[in-house]
């Protein structure tokens, strides 16, 4: 058997203003409203309110036989509240179905496993709380921020949070070593189940779609479910196979256009899947009960994630901006918790976010790159003046 796993990342970050030197002291609008407001607005139009739509078409029409699960992070539901009451009983609305499984990560989407260990266990559990109030739901499924992982993660979790049973990793080429990411892993320790995204067929969908210098374009939903079918053709002793297929949820809509054909694409893509007597959709909670074979001990001594074709941290952590942008929002979180400054650590925990520091990416900027087409900044030395700027402020507050 053939076993789809669905999930999609679902996050907005906090923007920040494009704070001035001469701001400091001045003003304490770190966050630029305006920006973050518009930019959830587009997407809410373009990919949540659709997308969400068509999910729960699809729930509700097959009846149980179509799952999905989503990574939901506490700044966007505090987005979607605040700018879109309409797209967070969407996803209320979506929960309710039946159909969905909800998995936890840091609240703010931080990269705190690496930079702050107490930071990092705090996130979760105000992540799984948040989840539990929001949406009446009790993860047990941990996806870390960027899919990043490594064997100290595993025994984080292990000794901080029993019911976490699962994690989401990228599928990396130099942690599988020639293996298939169609196959779970057991973590180094033995204390949780591993599911490897495919980063191919993913990616196939989330980046490579609407790409006209592509050579499968345009890829149609009978090709790429052949190309599912055709990855049962490996396995010659039964074993069953877990297709992971990872993605921002921003794919549908926002990412590739409706305009591409990818909402018409993925419904037909599904309701294909769904006549094939071999293939069956899963949420990642339910591979363990699944399993017919022992899986192989994985070991990751060093942080992998899905980012770029290094598949490391160079996406958030390549340069002296970010490094240093990083060590001093941790500092200076630290510094606000010793001092009980409850109303700076709620700020700093929002620079915590990681997109601030891929905006900070100079390894690709300059070509175009993905990393510049998410940044809604000049440039990577821009963006850190700013962040600059605004921990300095902070950090006089501190002192107050």
Same mark, same amino acid.
């Given at each position: 058997?053939?076993?789809?796993i669905?999930?999609?990342?679902?996050?907005?970050?906090f923007?920040?203003?494009?704070y001035?030197?001469?701001?400091i002291?001045?003003?304490?609008?770190?966050?630029?409203?305006?920006?973050n407001?518009?930019?959830?607005?587009k997407?809410s139009?373009?990919c949540y309110?659709?997308?969400?739509?068509?999910?729960?078409?699809?729930i509700?029409?097959?009846?149980?036989?179509?799952k999905?699960?989503y990574?939901?992070?506490?700044t966007?539901?505090?987005?979607?509240?605040?700018?879109?009451p309409?797209?967070?009983?969407?996803?209320?609305?979506?929960v309710k179905?039946?159909?969905?499984?909800?998995?936890?990560e840091?609240y703010?989407?931080?990269?705190?496993?690496i930079?702050d260990?107490?930071?990092?266990?705090e996130?979760?559990?105000?992540h799984?709380e948040l989840?539990k109030k929001?949406?009446g739901?009790i993860?047990?499924?941990?996806?870390n921020?960027?899919?990043?992982?490594?064997?100290?993660?595993?025994?984080?979790?292990?000794?901080?949070?029993?019911?976490?049973?699962?994690?989401?990793?990228?599928?990396?080429?130099?942690?599988?070593r020639?293996d298939?990411?169609?196959?779970?892993?057991?973590?180094?320790?033995?204390?949780?189940?591993l599911?490897?995204?495919?980063?191919?067929?993913?990616?196939d969908?989330?980046f490579?779609?609407?790409?006209?210098?592509?050579e499968?374009?345009?890829?149609?939903?009978?090709?790429?479910?052949?190309?599912i079918k055709?990855?049962t053709l490996?396995?010659?002793?039964?074993?069953?196979?877990?297709?992971?297929?990872?993605?921002?949820?921003?794919?549908?809509?926002e990412?590739?256009?409706?305009?591409?054909g990818?909402f018409?694409?993925? $419904?037909r893509? #599904?309701e +294909? /899947?769904? &006549?094939?007597?071999n293939?069956?959709?899963?949420w990642?909670?339910?591979v @363990?009960s699944?399993?017919n074979?022992?899986p192989?001990?994985?070991s990751?001594?060093?942080?992998?994630?899905w980012a770029?074709?290094?598949?490391?941290?160079?996406?958030?952590?390549?340069?002296p901006?970010?490094?240093n942008?990083?060590?001093?929002?941790?500092?200076?979180?630290k510094?606000a918790?010793?001092?009980g400054? $409850?109303?700076? #650590?709620? +700020? /700093?925990? &929002?620079?915590?976010?990681?997109?601030?520091?891929?905006?900070m990416c100079? @390894?690709y900027?300059q070509?175009?790159?993905?990393?510049?087409?998410f940044s809604?900044?000049?440039?990577?030395?821009?963006?850190y003046r700013?962040?600059?700027?605004?921990?300095t402020?902070i950090?006089?507050?501190?002192?107050?």
């Open positions: 058997m053939l076993y789809i669905f999930y999609f990342q679902v996050h907005q970050p923007r920040i203003n494009k001035k030197v001469f701001d002291n001045e003003s304490v609008a770190y966050f630029d409203e305006e920006l407001r518009f930019v959830f607005n997407v139009e373009k309110l659709p997308a969400n739509a068509l999910f729960k078409e699809l509700e029409t097959f009846e149980g036989q179509f999905i699960s990574s939901i992070t506490g966007f539901i505090e987005q979607a509240k605040a700018y879109r309409d797209v967070y009983d969407s996803f209320l609305d979506l179905t039946g159909g969905v499984e909800l998995l936890n840091t703010y989407h931080s990269l705190a496993s930079f260990l107490e930071e990092f266990i996130q979760v559990e105000e799984a989840i929001e949406f739901f993860p047990t499924v941990f996806r921020t960027e899919l990043i992982y490594f064997d100290k993660l595993s025994d984080l979790l292990l000794s901080n949070f029993p019911q976490i049973d699962t994690i989401l990793i990228e599928g990396a080429d130099k942690i599988l020639g298939s990411p169609l196959y779970a892993r057991i973590s180094y320790n033995h204390g949780h189940l599911l490897l995204k495919h980063y191919k067929l993913s990616d969908i989330a490579r779609f609407s790409d006209r210098n592509w499968e374009y345009p890829l149609t939903a009978e090709r790429y479910v052949s190309w055709d990855l490996m396995e010659k002793e039964g074993r069953n196979l877990y297709l992971n297929l990872f993605m921002d949820y921003e794919t549908f809509g990412h590739q256009w409706k305009e591409s990818i018409d694409f993925i $419904k893509v #599904i +294909l /899947l769904l &006549k094939e007597k293939i069956k959709f899963l990642p909670s339910e @363990k699944t399993l074979y022992k192989k001990t994985l990751v001594p060093n942080p992998t994630s770029d074709t290094e598949r490391d941290l160079s996406a958030w952590l390549s340069n901006l970010q490094w942008a990083m060590k001093t929002c941790y500092e200076l979180l510094k918790k010793e001092k400054r $409850k109303d700076l #650590i709620t +700020l /700093l925990k &929002k620079l915590t976010t990681s997109d601030h520091f891929y905006y100079i @390894k900027f070509d175009g790159d993905v990393h510049k087409y809604p900044y000049d440039s990577p030395e821009e963006v700013y962040y600059i700027a605004i921990l402020d950090e006089e507050r501190l002192e107050e």
